[in-house]
């Protein structure tokens, strides 16, 4: 069974960094497309970033290079960075695996809190 486990949230002051990590078990993160989301009170889960099978990585506009997306394959672990935080970051994080092949539907981690705030 799939189970992603997010943890590193936390409180930091706008300016500072975070790094939040996707701990993966059941799956390998290595041969799957994954992602992290975020959802803000009252708003709809949105996109943040997704690392390809090959490494490649894209990002949602409103990251403008403040986050990174990585994964090590020995830990099985999916990771983003995040620097420069801003209050508007704001949100519970979550890591998804992008269902595909064999495995068509997508799993979900539970979330992480992140509050920017001074």
């Known amino acids: 069974q799939v189970q992603l486990v997010e943890s590193g949230g936390g409180l930091v002051q706008p300016g500072g960094s975070l790094r939040l990590s996707c701990a993966a078990s059941g799956t390998i993160v290595s041969i799957n497309r994954m992602g992290w989301y975020r959802q803000a009170p009252g708003k709809q889960r949105e996109w943040v970033a997704d690392i390809y099978i090959s490494g490649g990585a894209v990002y949602a506009e409103f990251v403008e290079g403040r986050f990174t997306i990585s994964r090590d394959n020995a830990k099985n672990t999916v990771y983003l960075q995040m620097n420069s935080l801003k209050p508007e970051d704001t949100a519970v994080y979550y890591c998804?695996?992008?269902?595909?092949?064999?495995?068509?539907?997508?799993?979900w981690g539970q979330g992480t809190q992140v509050t920017v705030s001074s």
């Open positions: 998804k695996q992008y269902g595909s092949g064999n495995t068509p539907r997508d799993y």
